[in-house]
């Protein structure tokens, strides 16, 4: 059997990946499921030795250009799926920070999403349906390869950001849009003063504007992105020229507006980190929980952040060479220091593993809806162990 533990290979039949399921809970030996390896250990590192990859199990399945639909194995890169829609002119608007060579089971799985989830929504808000074999062996389908689709429960929602711990995608069918006439980006600098920076928000919420991605950046964040080193507020428009044209006018006027480059996106989804925390408040909190992510960056001693404000998720990063030892410390005493704020904490991302990611993050997971629904999906706790309470 090509599928087997402790192997990245996996042959292209989804049997294997049943049979291998299968055999684990009949053994009782756990696996991590994995597609790269890059984003499981980060939340929580699963408690099991050997892995599981659905890398090598890619494809396209089935793309109709027409219907807007594409459905893919899991191990199809984000890379991949935007060159075979952007063939036909159309995309997946689905940003993860990270780089493009990740895969769509993995983002699904953790239900990875960047800027563009301001005008898009998240991935439980692009998946059509989804296939995953459960803890069981047996495969199920929530959802279907059409936008229009009512038939049975809802799995698809429940399997995105489920972190491969009650069944591993192994094949998403997704909704794409049609790649539009005209794209721009703007940045307008954020006053320093909260009351003013309150306004200026207040202001582009009322604004007759549609941006398909908003972000406030800090300084250092910016200046990495070849911007003068202050906070901005950036934004992404596209549609026709001149409904483009229109909204950048509108915000123009509410500040002097900096033209930003094509690249600005990808470079900022891109930055070079380590650690990559994801912060969400509500978004009426905005600034408080700018702040917080604000006095982690400083107590750490070094740090970028940004922060949706129509969605209240900001994210914090950390380079790779971080001193080890004080973030420990910072992160303990923030997780501390937040506990009733309401700012729910992940770390998506990280160099190694070690017990600070369980000491963040138990609090997020720690109940008996999600202890119950794991013993539902994956009886015998085979499915990236550890990551739900039991």
Known sequence: MACHAGSSQMSQAIEDIQEAIRSAAAEHTPFNIKGRGTWTSAYRHASAARDLSLW?????????????????RAGTTLREISEIAGAENQWLPLDPFGDAEGTIGATIAT????????????????VLGVEAVLGSGEIVRGGGRVVKNVAGYDLSRLLTGSWGTIGAVSEVSLRLFAKQEAESSVAIALPEKRQ??????ASIRAAAIFPWAMEIVDPKLAAALDLPEAAYLAMRFGGNKNVVRSQVETVSALGNA?????????????VPHGWSLRMSGLPSSLFDT????????????????????????????????????HLFTSLGQFAANTQSSGLRIIVEAMPSVSPLTS?????????????????????????????LPQ
């Open 290 to 325: 700018w702040d917080a992510a604000g006095r982690l960056v400083t107590d750490a001693g070094s740090g970028f952040r940004t922060i949706a404000p129509e969605r209240g998720v900001a994210r914090v990063f950390f380079p790779s060479d971080i001193d080890s030892a």
């Open 359 to 387: 000491f963040i993050t138990d609090r997020e997971v720690a109940n008996g809806l999600s202890a119950g629904i794991k013993r539902i999906f994956d009886p015998n706790n085979i499915l990236n162990p550890g990551l």
């Open 196 to 201: 003013a920076a309150s306004a200026l928000i």
């Open 258 to 270: 900096l033209s930003l480059p094509d690249d600005f996106w990808k470079d900022m989804t891109a």
């Open 56 to 72: 090598n199990y890619a494809g396209v399945q089935e793309y109709v250009p027409g219907n807007l639909t594409m459905t893919v």
């Open 111 to 126: 239900c990875s999403h960047g800027p563009l989830a301001t005008g898009f929504g998240t991935p439980r808000d692009l």
